[in-house]
């Protein structure tokens, strides 16, 4: 084991800690040489990030009212309530800034914790202590909230066993913090809708979302073609490429969407069956015209805050079927173990190098104002990852 001589990010020295951690459980003869002095100096430089020097307090971004995040967030020392029989606890490693983090803040969301409450959906977590009734889970282990709602732009916190799901550890840690959303939302609407054949095609807009990107790669795993549309940008050339490097077959704008030359698009593969809506709007009634008789559209955003029409004579002479996905409706229906199972799945798609991250900026917890910022930014490019 090595490590190298000059500083990474936030994330690189958090994944040293992580790899100390799984050696500290050797005793010191059992160690190579250099190890163990390594994983000393490492060890001091990853506590760096704790909360406080008392082991009893931590930090959290917490809003005490619904509002604007940049003027209703801020960070809190708050106190860790002691270990007990079946709690967990967690010091956080990455998490990220989701639109439906936004929208719980603002008050706009169908799951809406009660106040006051620390923000954050997603992200993932390291175990740092056990009580002694809790089986499933010991320190070391990699954790994600079971549900949404959990809080977890925080350094530390001690939940119950049964809110956490532990995932593998040999991810990289930038998947790991965006895999609890996301990734899932985008493995069950390929799946469940439609029984998809390789050869057939989605299309999709937002595609530059988390989501979007998430499709693009596991629709490619699954041999499955993507049309993703996109608003038209300045770098709209860059953008398309990026697309297409994880696999989308085609990238077109809004606006081309609307043009009759669109049809062209489907000399070279069947029309779609299966359409995923994250705006609504004008948006959304474009991709209903380009469903396949008998097609679904499942709305599962509404980014243009507008509603979906669809006429009736799409409805009727198409029999097009229009229907609605949440994770945490899901969840609720399948319960944690399927839950495991899907992340699993997702985790083996990551070991093949089948599904990445998508771009990530690390800002530092105490930089909060700057990364809310930037994830309400208009074409945003970049999904911000909080660092303990």
């Known amino acids: 084991m090595t490590f190298p001589s000059a500083p990474g990010s936030v994330l690189a020295t958090k994944s040293m800690w992580v790899s100390c951690a799984r050696l500290w459980a050797r005793t010191p003869a059992?160690?190579?040489?250099?190890?163990?002095?390594?994983?000393?100096?490492?060890y001091r430089a990853a506590s760096s990030y704790s909360a406080s020097a008392d082991p009893s307090r931590g930090r959290a971004l917490i809003y005490a009212n619904h509002g604007d995040p940049a003027k209703v967030v801020e960070l809190k020392n708050v106190?860790?309530?002691a270990?007990?029989?079946?709690?967990?606890?967690?010091?956080?490693?990455?998490?990220?800034?989701?639109?439906?983090?936004?929208?719980?803040?603002?008050?706009?969301?169908?799951?809406?914790?009660?106040?006051?409450a620390v923000g954050g959906n997603e992200g993932v977590g390291q175990v740092v202590a056990v009580g002694s009734s809790v089986t499933g889970l010991k320190p070391g282990d990699w954790v994600i909230p079971a549900n949404a709602g959990l809080g977890t732009w925080r350094t530390e916190a001690v939940f119950s066993e049964e809110a956490l799901i532990e995932i593998p550890s040999d991810i990289p840690l930038q998947s790991a913090a965006t895999l609890g959303v996301?990734?899932?939302?985008?493995?069950?609407?390929?799946?469940?809708?439609?029984?998809?054949?390789?050869?057939?095609?989605?299309?999709?807009?937002?595609?530059?979302?988390?989501?979007?990107?998430?499709?693009?790669?596991?629709?490619a795993a699954l041999g499955l073609r993507t049309i993703n549309v996109v608003r038209d940008r300045p770098?709209?050339?860059?953008?398309?490429?990026?697309?297409?490097?994880l696999g989308a077959k085609h990238v077109i704008t809004e606006e081309e969407l609307r043009k009759p030359e669109t049809k062209n698009l489907f000399k070279d593969m069947p029309q779609p069956r299966l359409a995923?809506?994250?705006?609504?709007?004008?948006s959304s009634t474009e991709l209903l015209r380009h469903l396949a008789p008998g097609g679904t559209m499942v709305t599962y955003g509404g980014m243009a805050k507008q509603p979906v029409t669809a006429s009736v004579s799409l409805l009727i002479f198409k029999d097009l079927r229009l229907r609605g996905f949440w994770l945490s409706q899901w969840k609720k229906k399948h319960g944690p173990g399927e839950f495991k199972s899907l992340i699993l799945t997702l985790c083996a798609l990551i070991r093949q190098g089948q599904l990445t991250a998508p771009a990530c900026t690390e800002v530092p917890l105490q930089d909060y104002q700057r990364a809310l910022g930037a994830s309400m930014e208009p074409f945003a490019s970049s999904k911000q990852i909080l660092t303990m």
């Open 235 to 245: 770098d709209i050339q860059k953008l398309a490429n990026r697309l297409k490097d």
């Open 30 to 42: 059992q160690l190579p040489p250099g190890v163990l002095a390594s994983c000393r100096r490492h």
């Open 182 to 219: 996301n990734p899932c939302t985008a493995y069950r609407m390929l799946v469940d809708f439609e029984q998809l054949q390789p050869g057939d095609s989605v299309i999709q807009n937002a595609s530059n979302s988390g989501v979007g990107q998430a499709v693009i790669q596991i629709a």
């Open 79 to 81: 106190e860790l309530a």
């Open 83 to 116: 270990v007990g029989g079946s709690d967990v606890r967690v010091r956080m490693l990455a998490a990220p800034i989701n639109p439906s983090d936004i929208n719980m803040i603002q008050g706009n969301y169908g799951l809406l914790p009660k106040l006051p």
């Open 276 to 282: 995923l809506n994250c705006v609504g709007g004008k």
